[in-house]
């Protein structure tokens, strides 16, 4: 049986964006909601990582931190206030429904 991907919002993502994923039946986490408010983003990628969560950042240190080398379970990257919240969220759903978690491990995809 095929795996799905399951998210984590960094703490920059509007809760907008959680609440329409959450009503679409997909499985989101936030920064917010597992303490990890002013963590690093290795902190969060490592937190990512134990929960096979792709995180979804406007935050362009993921971007180096993936360059380094640092091991991932994905990333989706948007540049800050470049769409909206209805595009993000079509965005992510597609990368929801066409894509496999091992799909996006060590893998970047740009909105």
């Not at 960094?10 to 039946?25: F, K, Q, T, Y």
Request: aromatic residues 8%; charged residues 25%; glycine residues 8%.
């Amino acid at each position: 049986m095929p795996q799905t991907i399951r998210f984590h919002l960094d703490e920059n993502v509007n809760s907008a964006i959680a609440d329409g994923l959450r009503r679409r039946g997909i499985n989101v986490t936030t920064t917010a909601e597992k303490g990890l408010i002013s963590s690093s983003d290795e902190i969060q990628i490592e937190f990512a990582l134990s929960q096979s969560r792709v995180i979804f950042t406007a935050d362009a240190d993921f971007l180096r931190l993936h360059q380094a080398g640092v091991k991932h379970s994905g990333i989706v990257y948007c540049y800050q206030g470049s769409r909206s919240i209805g595009d993000i969220l079509r965005g992510l759903i597609l990368i929801w429904e066409l894509l496999e978690p091992e799909d996006m491990r060590d893998h970047v995809e740009f909105l």
